[in-house]
């Protein structure tokens, strides 16, 4: 067994595998980047090394910096957690020549999966079918014409070496196609540095049920249960559960031996994640995830084993414990992740910041995850999750009783959270039915009802004192009311962009523009402008778009909101905004 084990991790996760560590008595080493001195994780290792600087890139992300603590330390062990290095197969290779183990897959099935059209090809060549569609990389918008024409509409342009739904792009008809194909490919040489893309059909109401599963050394390759992860908004997972509802028992069977079938076509060891699309009693493959998943507790719940424990073993050698028949599924299990953004309105914009007051629920068949404590600060650099919250009891209605009865103990104070969201899915009449699909939340749920948080205005270094105006805003087409504390000047309203504080680059003021029904157009969170699809001159129409805004990872089209001309146009391709942030002006 593994003896000393560096977490390449911060926050939720880091917190997480420290505490199997310790229940197995494995010495655990922490790292830190100048922000996370005093974090929690820092506080719960053994061992913590600072590895300097402030960004993602500067501190969790320098690998020559974790490969040196690694020798400092003597770890002979590496967990990646999620997102950082878990998928990062050179960084793998680097500890694995050092002789540290990497506790994860080997490198060549990450690379197989790190590639949308070679996993479709393994997962077809192991008997699973994705989407039906064309697996080539697109030329040219006349391809996705010519599949949309034989198959039919709306078609998905997916980016090839994409993930967590970046660069997909829905087409409705052929003249959007053009327009469609540059869009993903652009978003695709963003984020990922290469702009292949390949189109499939469409599917308009499905949900995401995903397949845990795990692998050992010695050739045996077990399922362990789907979850549900349909309750989400712009690819970010809002609730997860497990089992999925309304899943006959016989599609969860052919599910967990199709997923078991992918892990082997690519040689996995350890635990994974098989992605599907379900929709009429049918699976279509997506994608794998080669590393532990946020909503791995909702499994844990459910079958009862310790997922992280499993891997350490299995990263160690050891054979799994038990057999396919032995694994048991009992109950049903719910995560809410508690994110700091504020979801007031529908608008889910970053709330980083101190908490200053958390208070954890508990009671029969409660856990929580968290990464923070009363007094720990939530940084605008890293991942905003705060706390995943799970629950299990015996049927589905009773978790999500237990769910929202534990959602009511919990406080946090400080930063907004995603909760008032979680209680508006978790009570409305659609999730509890299981109607919902993974358009559900940005389709059908309302969440204009969701107030701002009662907290005092950010104290900012402006001295014009600050009022809270409500904004109607557009972003893709759907309207939001967003509440904005913005300096007070009577009757006028200037945007000013960045964080309170002064840390987020120059001010931006604006020229004063009238709130409501004015043909002002204003960004409706921090990001930046990729590209301006308007002149000074030009007419417009109600809901064509003005710009895409590049935000959270994803690009957003800001509409306008009335017909008319264009006589301002305030921002350029390249330029950031900030919440509220006038761009155009239409007459
Ligand atoms: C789809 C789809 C409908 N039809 N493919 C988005 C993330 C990426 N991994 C795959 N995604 C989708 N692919 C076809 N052919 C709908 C989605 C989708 C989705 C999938 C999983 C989880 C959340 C989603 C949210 C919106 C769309």
């Given at each position: 067994?593994?003896?000393?084990?560096?977490?390449?991790?911060r926050?939720?996760?880091?917190?997480?595998?420290?505490?199997?560590?310790?229940?197995?008595g494995?010495?655990?080493?922490?790292?830190?980047?100048?922000?996370?001195r005093?974090?929690?994780?820092?506080?719960?290792?053994?061992?913590?090394?600072a590895?300097?600087?402030?960004?993602?890139?500067?501190?969790?992300?320098?690998?020559?910096?974790?490969?040196?603590?690694?020798e400092?330390s003597?770890?002979?062990?590496v967990?990646?957690?999620?997102?950082?290095?878990s998928?990062?197969?050179d960084?793998a290779r680097?500890?694995?020549?050092?002789?540290?183990?990497?506790?994860?897959?080997?490198p060549?099935?990450?690379?197989?999966?790190?590639d949308?059209i070679?996993?479709?090809?393994?997962?077809e060549?192991?008997?699973?079918?994705?989407?039906?569609?064309?697996?080539?990389?697109?030329?040219s918008?006349?391809?996705v014409?010519?599949f949309?024409?034989?198959?039919?509409?709306?078609?998905?342009i997916?980016?090839?070496y994409?993930?967590?739904g970046?660069?997909?792009?829905?087409?409705?008809?052929?003249?959007?196609?053009?327009?469609?194909l540059?869009?993903?490919?652009?978003?695709?040489?963003?984020?990922?540095?290469r702009?292949?893309?390949?189109?499939?059909r469409?599917?308009?109401?499905?949900r995401?049920?995903e397949?845990q599963?795990i692998?050992?050394?010695?050739?045996?390759?077990?399922?362990?249960?789907?979850?549900d992860?349909?309750?989400q908004?712009?690819?970010?997972?809002?609730?997860?559960e497990?089992?999925?509802p309304?899943?006959?028992?016989?599609?969860?069977?052919?599910m967990?031996?199709?997923?078991v079938?992918?892990?082997?076509?690519?040689g996995y060891?350890?635990?994974?994640?098989?992605?599907?699309l379900y929709q009429?009693?049918?699976?279509?493959?997506?994608?794998m995830?080669?590393?532990?998943?946020v909503?791995?507790?909702v499994t844990?719940?459910?079958?009862?084993?310790?997922?992280?424990?499993?891997?350490?073993?299995?990263?160690?050698?050891?054979p799994?414990?038990?057999?396919?028949?032995?694994?048991?599924?009992?109950?049903?299990?719910?995560?809410?992740?508690?994110n700091?953004e504020n979801?007031?309105g529908?608008?889910?914009?970053?709330?980083?910041?101190?908490?200053?007051?958390?208070?954890?629920?508990?009671g029969?068949?409660?856990?929580?995850?968290?990464?923070?404590?009363?007094?720990d600060?939530?940084?605008?650099?890293?991942?905003?999750?705060?706390?995943?919250?799970?629950?299990w009891?015996?049927?589905?209605?009773?978790?999500?009783?237990?769910?929202?009865?534990?959602?009511?103990?919990?406080v946090v104070?400080?930063?907004?959270?995603?909760?008032?969201a979680?209680?508006?899915?978790?009570?409305?009449?659609?999730?509890?039915?299981?109607?919902?699909?993974?358009?559900?939340?940005?389709?059908?749920?309302d969440?204009?009802?969701?107030?701002?948080?009662?907290?005092?205005?950010?104290a900012?270094?402006?001295?014009?004192?600050?009022?809270?105006r409500?904004i109607?805003?557009?972003v893709?087409?759907?309207?939001?009311q967003?509440?904005?504390?913005?300096?007070?000047l009577?009757?006028?309203?200037?945007?000013t962009?960045g964080?309170s504080?002064?840390?987020?680059g120059?001010?931006?003021?604006?020229?004063a523009?009238?709130v409501?029904g004015?043909?002002?157009?204003?960004?409706?969170?921090?990001?930046?402008?990729?590209?301006v699809?308007?002149?000074?001159?030009?007419?417009?129409?109600?809901?064509?778009?003005?710009?895409?805004?590049?935000?959270?990872?994803?690009?957003?089209?800001?509409?306008a909101?009335?017909?008319?001309?264009?006589?301002?146009v305030?921002?350029?391709?390249?330029e950031?905004?900030?919440?509220?942030?006038?761009?155009?002006?239409?007459?």
């Amino acid at each position: 067994m593994l003896k000393k084990v560096l977490i390449a991790n911060r926050g939720e996760i880091a917190v997480r595998v420290i505490r199997t560590c310790r229940e197995l008595g494995i010495t655990t080493v922490a790292v830190y980047s100048e922000l996370d001195r005093d974090a929690l994780h820092v506080r719960l290792a053994d061992e913590a090394y600072a590895l300097g600087g402030q960004t993602a890139a500067e501190s969790y992300l320098n690998t020559e910096a974790i490969l040196d603590i690694i020798e400092r330390s003597g770890a002979d062990g590496v967990h990646p957690g999620y997102g950082f290095f878990s998928e990062n197969t050179d960084f793998a290779r680097a500890i694995t020549e050092r002789g540290v183990t990497f506790i994860g897959p080997p490198p060549e099935a990450i690379e197989v999966m790190g590639d949308k059209i070679s996993a479709r090809h393994a997962a077809e060549a192991a008997g699973v079918s994705g989407v039906p569609g064309r697996t080539d990389v697109l030329e040219s918008g006349d391809e996705v014409v010519a599949f949309g024409n034989e198959f039919g509409w709306p078609v998905a342009i997916k980016a090839a070496y994409g993930g967590g739904g970046r660069g997909m792009k829905v087409v409705n008809a052929p003249e959007e196609a053009a327009e469609a194909l540059e869009s993903a490919m652009r978003e695709s040489t963003a984020y990922f540095g290469r702009s292949e893309c390949y189109v499939e059909r469409y599917l308009a109401w499905p949900r995401h049920v995903e397949m845990q599963v795990i692998a050992d050394t010695h050739g045996n390759t077990l399922w362990l249960g789907e979850r549900d992860c349909s309750a989400q908004r712009r690819h970010q997972k809002l609730i997860e559960e497990s089992p999925a509802p309304d899943f006959p028992d016989e599609v969860r069977r052919a599910m967990g031996e199709a997923s078991v079938k992918v892990a082997e076509a690519c040689g996995y060891v350890n635990a994974g994640t098989v992605e599907f699309l379900y929709q009429n009693g049918e699976f279509f493959f997506l994608e794998m995830n080669t590393r532990l998943q946020v909503e791995h507790p909702v499994t844990e719940l459910v079958t009862g084993l310790d997922l992280v424990e499993w891997q350490l073993r299995v990263a160690s050698g050891e054979p799994l414990g038990f057999t396919q028949d032995e694994v048991q599924r009992n109950g049903h299990a719910f995560e809410v992740r508690i994110n700091a953004e504020n979801p007031a309105g529908g608008a889910f914009t970053p709330s980083p910041g101190t908490i200053t007051r958390m208070v954890s629920p508990g009671g029969p068949g409660v856990r929580l995850d968290a990464g923070y404590e009363s007094g720990d600060t939530v940084s605008q650099y890293y991942d905003n999750l705060v706390a995943k919250l799970c629950v299990w009891a015996p049927d589905r209605d009773a978790a999500r009783r237990r769910m929202l009865r534990a959602i009511s103990e919990t406080v946090v104070e400080g930063v907004a959270t995603t909760l008032p969201a979680d209680v508006a899915i978790l009570e409305h009449p659609d999730f509890v039915a299981g109607q919902h699909s993974t358009n559900w939340v940005e389709q059908t749920l309302d969440l204009s009802g969701i107030a701002a948080p009662v907290a005092p205005a950010p104290a900012g270094g402006d001295e014009t004192p600050k009022v809270l105006r409500d904004i109607t805003t557009e972003v893709d087409g759907r309207r939001y009311q967003v509440k904005l504390w913005v300096p007070d000047l009577g009757d006028m309203v200037v945007a000013t962009a960045g964080k309170s504080g002064g840390a987020s680059g120059p001010k931006r003021t604006k020229t004063a523009a009238a709130v409501g029904g004015s043909g002002t157009v204003a960004v409706p969170m921090q990001g930046t402008i990729v590209k301006v699809m308007v002149e000074v001159g030009d007419e417009v129409e109600v809901g064509q778009t003005i710009c895409v805004l590049e935000a959270m990872k994803m690009e957003n089209n800001v509409n306008a909101e009335k017909a008319g001309k264009v006589t301002e146009v305030k921002v350029a391709a390249g330029e950031a905004v900030g919440p509220g942030d006038v761009i155009a002006v239409i007459e």
